[in-house]
């Protein structure tokens, strides 16, 4: 079974930086790619982005549009998040997934499209 495994999560202030990864045990190839998703405690797990390994499909959430990128490395089997310009409402535990279920638009946000889910990094932002 393919492990996930999330680091680069961290204590950061309001308006900084941090850049998550993602390294995946092997390639499963029926997958078209992967993604990022958060939750904070009390909430619901939230869609945050996902690519195709092509690079061609990106998808993320409007909360995150213009300050979060997704990036992939086929030849590590990794994904990553640059996260910029973060906020106290960012604060969440990060997990990637992936993407194994086939889906288009916003169907590829939804968490039944991914499997094969990594612990998760925790993100703090302070005011």
């Known amino acids: 079974q393919v492990q996930l495994v999330e680091s680069g999560g961290g204590l950061v202030q309001a308006g900084g930086s941090l850049r998550l990864s993602c390294a995946a045990s092997e390639r499963t190839f029926t997958a078209w790619g992967m993604g990022w998703f958060r939750q904070a405690p009390g909430k619901e797990r939230e869609f945050v982005a996902a690519i195709s390994w092509s690079g061609i499909n990106l998808y993320s959430a409007d909360a995150v549009k213009g300050r979060f990128t997704i990036s992939r490395d086929n030849a590590k089997n990794a994904v990553y998040l640059q996260m910029n310009s973060l906020k106290p409402e960012d604060t969440a535990v990060y997990s990637c997934?992936?993407?194994?279920?086939?889906?288009?638009?916003?169907?590829?946000?939804?968490?039944?499209?991914?499997?094969?889910w990594g612990q998760g990094t925790q993100v703090t932002v302070s005011s």
């Open positions: 997934a992936v993407g194994l279920r086939s889906c288009s638009g916003y169907e590829c946000h939804e968490p039944r499209v991914y499997a094969y």
